[in-house]
């Protein structure tokens, strides 16, 4: 009587044992994904990896425990926050260097005070 077993071996490519991968390299696999038309099969099937270990590996970038790189060379400016400038003292004439309202009826021009309210100048347009 003959016995005979099968084995699987890891001769064939899609049960082959997934290496250690370096991080940098997860990384560009997994952005090969985001690129518009790309699938997680596909992408898997060109690096002989399982789709679900890949799906894996989206999901720590997902988390931000893997870092993309930048595919689309996108560079951010430098953002400078300045102290915001203390408003000039009104000066004795009235006028403020923030600027001036202009209310005009006909012939009639007032001049008002950029701090003057809304209210003051809602009671002063009726009165035109």
Known sequence: MEISYEFLTGDRPDLRRCPRWPRDVKARIVAETLVEGATV?????????????????RRQAREG????PNLDEV????LVVAEPEAPSPISAAGSSTLGTIELIKGDVTVRLCATTSAQ???ELVSAL
């Open 41 to 57: 099969n596909g992408v898997a099937k060109r690096y002989g990896l399982r789709p679900n270990h890949l799906s894996e590996w």
């Open 120 to 122: 003051r100048i809602a």
């Open 65 to 68: 425990k893997l870092v993309l």
């Open 75 to 78: 560079v951010f400016a430098p």
